[in-house]
Every structure is written in C-alpha cells, then in structure tokens.
C-alpha cells in the first residue's frame, strides 16, 4: 500500500462534536478511513466557533477535514431509520455525547450492535459510561481541575496561590487520541476475531494517565519538592534548559565555563543536582543572560545539553524541523486554503494525510445515501 490507505475501506459513522470525538476520527480520515459526519440540520455547534474567516469556522475545519458531511434529523424517526440503515452497512460508531443521549435515540452500543453484530463502538464522554460520576456534564477545564491535574501544577508554580487558567484543552485532545488508539485496536482485533466490542473512553482516565509521577509521589511522597524546570533568561528571550542525564550536565558545565561543576559533591548525581537545580539556575543564567536565544540554543545543543528557545506558536509552525517533518499540513474550506496541525507520526509505507477538504454541512448527504443505501434522502 502507499499513501494514506492504512484504514482504507473502513466506514466509520462520526456522530461526535467539539473537540475530543472529532479529532478522534479526523485521525481515522488521515489514514484513509472513509469518515462519515452525522450532523443536525443547523450544523454541528462547532461550526459556529472562531477563530472563523467569514464566518467559516477553521477551528471546526481543523479537527473535521477529510470527512464527509451528512445531515440526519435524529429527533425524528425517519432520521434514526436511516441513522441504523448506513449503521448497518458501517465498519464503525464514534460518538461523544452524554451518557445516555445515545440510548435515548436507540443508537447505543446494545440497539447497534442488535443491527450490526462485528461493529466497534467507540464512546468518548468526561467520566466514562457509567458509574456514580457517569452523569455529571464535563468538557475539558472540568476534567483539568477535578482529576488532579490543576493543583498537581499549581504546587510546582512559585508565588501562585491559585490554580492557574485552563485555555489549551489538553484532555480533548488526550482523550481523542486514546480513542483512537482504542478503535484501532478493536478494528484489528474484529479483523482476527470476526468480533466486535464497545470501546468506553473517559477523558477523566485519559488525564489521571498525564500524572504517572504525581500518582507515584502520592503512594510514595519525596522528601523535598520535584525540580522544576522554568524559563532562563537570555539576552533577547528565554530559553529551557534540562540537564538530566550525567552526560547533559557534563557539556552544560564545560560549555558556560564551569569545568569545577564536574567535581563539585552538590551536582555528582542526578538526585543530588536536583536537590541543587536552583543554585544551578543561577550560574546558567549568568552565563545566558549575556547571550542570544539563538546562541544559547546551539551552543548547548551541540554539546549534548538539551537547551530550546520560548516560541511562539507561528515561530513554531514555520521552523525547520516542523517543515521538514510536515508537522504542518493545509486544508481548504468554502473559503480557500488554510494551516492545521498534520497527523504527529510518520509511517513509512502508509503516511497519513490530513484532508484535503473541510465539508460544507451536508454536503455529501445525498452521495453517501446513495451509495451506501442505494436510496434518496428523505430525512
């Protein structure tokens, strides 16, 4: 195979919208899965969110392109009827509505696995599909605070004494993944077994997995704070510096003139620099305080001592490295081209390739029930 066709001839039924399920299935449609997005008539609330370019949503476009628009009313019977007809003929079903929601429209995994026995059944919500949390109404800044991870952060925040703002969705974008992980685990697994199975992702569980240490440390709590690892002023930024291993804080020391540093007990091993990262700080600072973030940046680099420059996010999407790894991919929508983050791996045989369109709403509702069902819409 060459190109994106890993998923090739797979069917998926995308009923998901916002962040989590989207971005889950658009990883589908990089692969070659034919994504099928079931939408209301007025459009998924996505569509409606900016950043926007005449009122075309590139956010929405940025988790969506690839996939193809039908729009179902699913509050009425004809639009469920033909909601289990394509079901029918579908490889798969991933959905991230409330708990429940989609019983309520006899399209749960039971009533769809009933009309399509081998079909994988993908579902995405905040806590996972039942429990005694299982209700509760959750999108990402919920998940953030209630699992832990916003006061696991905050401890490590000098001079803060409240958690800090949650505006990059960490756990949507966490919990889509896993998602898809999952549903390609059981597309293979229904390909050696002939069997399909419900796949119950909680964005909840996905965050608690972000805090491997911090579970740790609670079971088995340090002596002394964890090392913190934080801006270093340079003469014209900042720059990261993170010398972990023995061989990282040896070119550290030689490359800012502190060949003493390799004999000196406080920083002999990776627990005892830790415990001695601040009085480090101080010295590197001295030494990068006098230097360009540029320079900082490759000269340490290059003498084995991880070092990178703050960057912006568009410095970030045209540096080198993103570009020559395709990190950064363009799509189109009813308003011409625009950027979005690519697929984060590289296959050698199967690539993965985003888009290379972003759907109008409904666009392909009369294609796909056509060659699916072999029928018109009537819905």
């Given at each position: 195979m060459t190109g994106n066709d890993a998923l090739a001839g797979i069917r998926i039924l995308d009923f998901t919208a916002m962040l989590?399920?989207?971005?889950?299935?658009?990883?589908?449609?990089?692969?070659?899965?034919?994504?099928?997005?079931i939408e209301p008539p007025v459009g998924e609330f996505m569509r409606s969110i900016p950043p926007a370019?005449?009122?075309?949503?590139?956010?929405?476009g940025a988790v969506n392109a690839g996939k193809k628009?039908?729009?179902?009313?699913?509050?009425?019977?004809?639009?469920?009827?033909?909601?289990?007809?394509?079901?029918?003929?579908?490889?798969?079903v991933v959905e991230?509505?409330?708990?429940?929601?989609?019983?309520?429209?006899?399209?749960?995994?039971?009533?769809?696995?009933?009309?399509?026995?081998?079909?994988v059944y993908v579902s995405i919500s905040g806590y996972g599909q039942d429990g005694p949390g299982a209700d509760r109404p959750a999108y990402a800044p919920i998940i953030h605070?209630?699992?832990?991870?916003?006061?696991?952060?905050?401890?490590?925040?000098?001079?803060?004494?409240?958690?800090?703002?949650?505006?990059?969705?960490?756990?949507?974008?966490?919990?889509?993944?896993?998602a898809f992980a999952g549903?390609?685990?059981?597309?293979?697994?229904?390909?050696?077994?002939?069997?399909?199975?419900?796949?119950?992702?909680?964005?909840?569980?996905?965050?608690?997995?972000?805090?491997?240490?911090?579970?740790?440390?609670?079971q088995f709590p340090l002596d002394r704070p964890r090392v913190q690892y934080g801006p270093i002023q340079a003469r014209d930024g900042f720059v990261?510096?993170?010398?972990?291993?023995?061989?990282?804080?040896?070119?550290?020391?030689?490359?800012?003139?502190?060949?003493?540093w390799l004999n000196d007990s406080r920083f002999a091993d990776g627990n005892m620099r830790g415990r001695h990262w601040p009085d480090m700080v101080v010295e590197i600072e001295t030494w990068t305080a006098t230097r360009s973030v540029d320079e900082c940046e490759s000269l340490l680099n290059a003498a084995s001592c991880p070092c990178a420059a703050y960057r912006t996010v568009r410095q970030a999407m045209n540096h080198p490295q993103t570009l020559h790894r395709g990190a950064v991919a363009?799509?189109?929508?009813?308003?011409?081209?625009?950027?979005?983050?690519?697929?984060?791996?590289?296959?050698?045989?199967?690539?993965?390739?985003?888009?290379?369109?972003?759907?109008?709403?409904?666009?392909?509702?009369?294609?796909?029930?056509?060659?699916?069902?072999?029928?018109?819409?009537?819905?």
């Amino acid at each position: 195979m060459t190109g994106n066709d890993a998923l090739a001839g797979i069917r998926i039924l995308d009923f998901t919208a916002m962040l989590a399920g989207p971005y889950c299935t658009r990883l589908a449609a990089d692969l070659g899965a034919e994504v099928v997005k079931i939408e209301p008539p007025v459009g998924e609330f996505m569509r409606s969110i900016p950043p926007a370019r005449e009122g075309v949503s590139t956010y929405f476009g940025a988790v969506n392109a690839g996939k193809k628009s039908v729009v179902l009313n699913l509050k009425t019977e004809a639009g469920r009827a033909t909601a289990r007809a394509l079901i029918a003929k579908a490889d798969a079903v991933v959905e991230n509505m409330s708990p429940g929601a989609m019983a309520r429209l006899g399209l749960d995994y039971a009533s769809v696995r009933a009309i399509k026995p081998d079909i994988v059944y993908v579902s995405i919500s905040g806590y996972g599909q039942d429990g005694p949390g299982a209700d509760r109404p959750a999108y990402a800044p919920i998940i953030h605070a209630s699992v832990g991870h916003d006061l696991a952060s905050l401890a490590h925040q000098s001079g803060l004494t409240k958690p800090q703002n949650t505006v990059i969705f960490t756990a949507d974008i966490l919990g889509g993944t896993h998602a898809f992980a999952g549903l390609a685990a059981a597309l293979l697994h229904r390909q050696r077994t002939g069997r399909g199975q419900h796949v119950d992702v909680a964005l909840h569980d996905s965050m608690l997995n972000l805090l491997i240490w911090e579970i740790q440390n609670e079971q088995f709590p340090l002596d002394r704070p964890r090392v913190q690892y934080g801006p270093i002023q340079a003469r014209d930024g900042f720059v990261m510096v993170n010398p972990i291993s023995h061989a990282n804080f040896e070119g550290l020391a030689r490359t800012i003139g502190k060949p003493e540093w390799l004999n000196d007990s406080r920083f002999a091993d990776g627990n005892m620099r830790g415990r001695h990262w601040p009085d480090m700080v101080v010295e590197i600072e001295t030494w990068t305080a006098t230097r360009s973030v540029d320079e900082c940046e490759s000269l340490l680099n290059a003498a084995s001592c991880p070092c990178a420059a703050y960057r912006t996010v568009r410095q970030a999407m045209n540096h080198p490295q993103t570009l020559h790894r395709g990190a950064v991919a363009t799509v189109s929508d009813a308003k011409g081209p625009f950027k979005i983050a690519a697929s984060p791996y590289l296959m050698s045989a199967t690539p993965p390739v985003a888009g290379p369109r972003v759907p109008s709403c409904g666009e392909h509702t009369e294609a796909v029930l056509g060659a699916w069902l072999d029928t018109q819409s009537r819905t």
